[in-house]
């Protein structure tokens, strides 16, 4: 079970060094960019100037599901360049570029055997806002600024971070490029290539089109997947699915009963249910759709996040010819593996996920209208904070 040890005291550290940062007062106020404190390096640590930051729906999500303490800086999908580093950090020294990704314990059972995003520890590590011994890495005055989230809060000019959540990139390519990768388009990717394993002589059907959704599109493409089928509200959203790989797409209304949707799925690949579906959405009536499109032996894999206490109803009786539902967090990835595979892939063109990426150069300013906008058209924002 994944623990969720949220310290109940917590205690600011005095900080050094004044930084800018979006900080989110509440559920529903706009972020708000403000001076702040950040402390220094401890031993295990990195300072990093943020050179740019991805904006992922899960930062969306736990504020407006009022799912972290507040004031916060969030922000999980950081790229920059090392400042200063602590006594005990060994993979990086100043100078260094690198990307962000999630926390993990390291030492878990889990972590142990190559499971690190279902750390025992993924709660209290990513979404406290603080660090495991309840202090707090930003500050603002008197009062607590909550932070440390996935151990970076990348909405920021500098972020913290830790050896263990950071990955080294090369410096010839842009880090604003990159910024994207740590989390959103990883757990797409990766939960074609590693959580399903899906490739040829399978099919897949892909629920939602967000950036999730389309790397696991582009995903799929990559490991040769017979029948690759986008499903969406938003037809832009599956015009760009179909030049990143699908191979088929389906516009729905979200009206459609799902037993129908599993019909227009099998019609299209002229059998009694397919190997893999992906529900990138969060939404009940997506994943039973999702699970409907199978054939026995079939798995439905759950991405998106959805509300606490959110349920989903299954037909019992199609779970005994083998067909199952299984969550995945960030793509069964071991970050420090999977994203220099997956920056190679870009380099040859195989893994184009920048063409779903829009700039927002007005940086931490910019946080409120990039926000709106992925409630439309935008899939993927990534804001520009700095220069490298």
């Not at 279902?118 to 607590?144: K, M, R």
């Not at 842009?174 to 939960?191: N, S, V, Y």
């Not at 779970?319 to 969550?327: E, T």
Request: charged share 20%.
């Amino acid at each position: 079970m994944i623990r969720l040890n949220i310290p109940r005291r917590h205690f600011s550290t005095s900080g050094n060094r004044t930084i800018k940062a979006a900080v989110a007062r509440s559920p529903q106020a706009p972020f708000t960019v403000e001076d702040v404190k950040i402390r220094d390096p401890r031993h295990d640590e990195v300072l990093i100037r943020i050179v740019a930051t991805g904006l992922c729906h899960t930062d969306i999500a736990v504020k407006e599901r009022n799912l972290v303490p507040f004031p916060i800086i969030l922000g999980h999908e950081g790229a920059g360049v090392v400042e200063e580093v602590g006594t005990s950090v060994k993979e990086v020294s100043k100078g260094d570029h690198v990307i962000m990704s999630y926390a993990s314990c390291g030492s878990c059972k889990h972590c142990a055997v190559g499971k690190p995003a279902y750390c025992y520890d993924h709660g209290s590590l990513n979404f406290a806002g603080s660090q495991p011994d309840g202090s707090l890495t930003h500050s603002q005055g008197a009062d607590n600024m909550y932070g440390s989230f996935f151990r970076q809060s990348s909405f920021a000019t500098h972020s913290l971070a830790t050896e263990n959540n950071i990955v080294k990139v090369p410096k010839h390519l842009p880090l604003h490029k990159l910024a994207p990768l740590g989390c959103g388009i990883q757990t797409g990717a990766g939960a074609v290539l590693n959580s399903l394993k899906a490739g040829l002589g399978h099919n897949i059907a892909v629920f939602g089109c967000g950036a999730v959704g389309l790397s696991a599109i582009m995903a799929a493409k990559l490991n040769r997947v017979n029948h690759i089928i986008a499903l969406d509200l938003n037809s832009n959203r599956l015009d760009m699915a179909k030049e990143l790989g699908a191979t088929h797409v389906i516009q729905l209304t979200g009206q459609e009963a799902p037993q129908d949707i599993a019909k227009r799925v099998n019609s299209i690949v002229g059998s009694n249910g397919i190997e893999f579906a992906l529900d990138t959405s969060g939404n009940p009536r997506a994943l039973r759709s999702a699970f409907d499109c199978l054939k026995p032996l079939g798995v439905a894999g759950l991405i998106g996040g959805s509300a606490p206490g959110t349920e989903v109803g299954i037909d019992m009786l199609s779970l005994l010819v083998g067909k199952s539902v299984r969550g995945i967090i960030q793509g069964d990835s071991v970050s420090k593996a999977f994203l220099p595979d997956l920056i190679q892939l870009y380099e040859k063109g195989l893994f184009p996920f920048d063409k779903m990426v829009t700039y927002y150069e007005g940086g931490l300013g910019d946080i409120n209208r990039a926000i709106a906008e992925t409630k439309k058209d935008c899939i993927k924002p990534v804001l520009i904070i700095s220069k490298p």
